[in-house]
């Protein structure tokens, strides 16, 4: 008698949990591999002071898993560990996960995935989904002479939390203008601590007030028909804060209108001319992801934080020496330089048929059809892999529409008993038309992380209706067929 068809899920963040959801619902036999000791993903990884969601919390939700305990308009990163290890556990799914459990490779063999852990276990399973997310693995800049710090130095997402907060004789340098970076040097600024921001390229910022929920906003978020009501307001205040999708998509009017206002926000809160120049980005808006913040301008300009413009040339045992030679004394060093975009599973090794790695697959840039799948990898899928729309939309609604995709896949491969890779031909058809975009869009007019080292922008180019729609219709003709060996033994790993 045929085993049913086993999945294995590697990650248990926000895209793993999603799809256990899923799984569970279907009544498929799934286990979920997470590295660290809980569910949470990058949510449970980053812990610095001032982290926050920049999409409205309610955006962030799962849609079938609505929570009450949000405090704030744009969530504290403690709420959104709580909601996801809550929903892990209130959806039964903690049975599923193997935490402490590192995948370091899935092989296929014999028509299914031998997945290999770091303690030298295995498990065999007809499904593999990577969804071990994009913002996993720390970039750090090699700075001559870092390894000499005297202080405490660590990335923004490794936070040491030995150090006391309160200490106001620390002095703290933080590295990097991205949404860690703002939202660090806000947080240690208010509460009184000396820092020193190092901007090498001023960004572009939104203020963005994030109000507590008021007693009749809970109430209405409680009452399922006041909530749909409250749902469609906010969008409204969206659009009209943020400007419809088309400005961060494609250069025009549109863009410039919003950068008007962006400017504006920068005049009204920084009111020495000096300084709002040397805060004005250069660069075109919508380049690079913008922060959100509600008072990092203000912070800034507290006389106990120090905005410095400009490069870094060396770091000495003392602290940070910048492009113009001046040592910046420091007990601290955070390095707010955010993530490896395009590293995905790796360093995991990824053997598909007749031996052909992922690694080589991927030799001349990260690619994926429709951001779920790789030619010649049967049965092997991402979850916002290359190509998704990690940007633009939010991460629960880009997951409701590859997981919907995926779900009606694996339905496919129950009944047919057999394995399915993404063609060639759909794949190159799907890139030549993200690729063609590209150059017409905003991230292709300079330098951001969605770039790789050949140049393309690994992002999604189009709107949010086009990417619901491009997973509308399973298309069996966009997969190679593959034979499944379901009646094999299975290995089990616990």
């Known amino acids: 008698m045929k085993q049913p068809l086993r999945v294995g899920v590697i990650g248990a963040g926000m895209s793993g949990l999603f799809l256990g959801y899923h799984l569970k619902q279907a009544g498929l036999d799934f286990t979920i591999y997470e590295k660290r000791a809980a569910a949470g993903g990058t949510w449970d990884t980053n812990t610095y002071p001032g982290l926050h969601v920049d999409v409205l919390t309610r955006n962030y939700e799962f849609p079938f898993a609505r929570s009450f305990h949000w405090t704030k308009r744009y969530a504290p990163g403690s709420e959104v560990r709580t ?55 720390p970039s750090i800049p090699k700075v001559p002479g870092a390894e000499t710090f005297g202080g405490r130095s660590f990335h923004s997402s490794q936070w040491d939390h030995t150090i006391d907060l309160s200490d106001r004789s620390l002095r703290y340098g933080v590295v990097g203008t991205g949404s860690s970076g703002v939202q660090i040097t806000s947080a240690l600024g208010k509460l009184g601590n000396e820092v020193t921001h190092f901007i090498r390229t001023p960004q572009w910022m939104q203020v963005k007030d994030n109000p507590p929920y008021s007693l009749w906003e809970r109430i209405q978020m409680r009452i399922p028909r006041l909530a749909a009501r409250y749902d469609a307001r906010m969008a409204a205040v969206r659009v009209r804060t943020d400007g419809n999708e088309t400005w961060r998509l494609v250069p025009g009017p549109d863009r410039e209108e919003m950068k008007q206002r962006f400017l504006k926000m920068l005049h009204d809160e920084i009111s020495d001319p000096e300084l709002r120049a040397k ?41 940070i020496v910048d492009d113009t030679g001046t040592l910046h004394e420091l007990d601290v060093i955070v390095w707010a330089t955010g993530f490896d975009a395009h590293a995905y599973m790796r360093p995991m090794n990824v ?29 092997f899928f991402l979850l916002c892999g290359p190509f998704a729309p990690v940007n633009s939309i939010s991460i629960p609604t880009t997951l409701a529409h590859e997981v919907g ?30 690729l063609d ?24 180019p189009f709107t949010r209706a086009q990417h619901e729609a491009q997973y509308a219709e399973l298309e069996m003709n966009d997969f190679d067929a593959y034979p499944l060996e379901t009646s094999k033994p299975r290995e089990r790993s616990r």
């Open 351 to 379: 053997v598909g048929p007749e031996g052909r790695t992922l690694d080589e697959a991927w030799r001349e840039g990260v690619a994926a059809f429709r951001a779920i799948g790789v030619p010649e990898f049967p049965n």
């Open 279 to 319: 805060f004005t980005p250069t660069e075109p808006l919508g380049v690079k992801r913008i922060a959100k913040t509600p008072d990092y301008y203000r912070v800034a300009q507290q006389p106990n934080v120090h905005p410095i413009f400009g490069g870094i040339q060396r770091v000495e045992p003392t602290g």
């Open 437 to 460: 975009a590209l150059p017409g869009t905003t991230y292709s007019e300079g330098k951001n992380w969605y770039s790789q080292t050949v140049g393309v922008p690994v992002i999604w």
């Open 83 to 137: 909601y996801l290890q809550g929903f892990a556990r209130n959806q039964d799914l903690l049975p599923h996960i193997r935490f402490g459990a590192e995948v370091v490779a899935a092989v296929w063999e014999d028509g299914a995935w031998q997945v290999t852990l770091a303690d030298g276990s295995t498990a065999t399973f007809d499904i593999v989904v990577a969804a071990s997310g994009f913002l996993r693995m």
């Open 405 to 434: 995709y995926l779900m009606r896949l694996f339905d496919v491969i129950a009944r047919t008993k057999r394995g399915y890779a993404p063609t060639r031909k759909a794949t190159d058809a799907f890139l030549q038309t993200v």
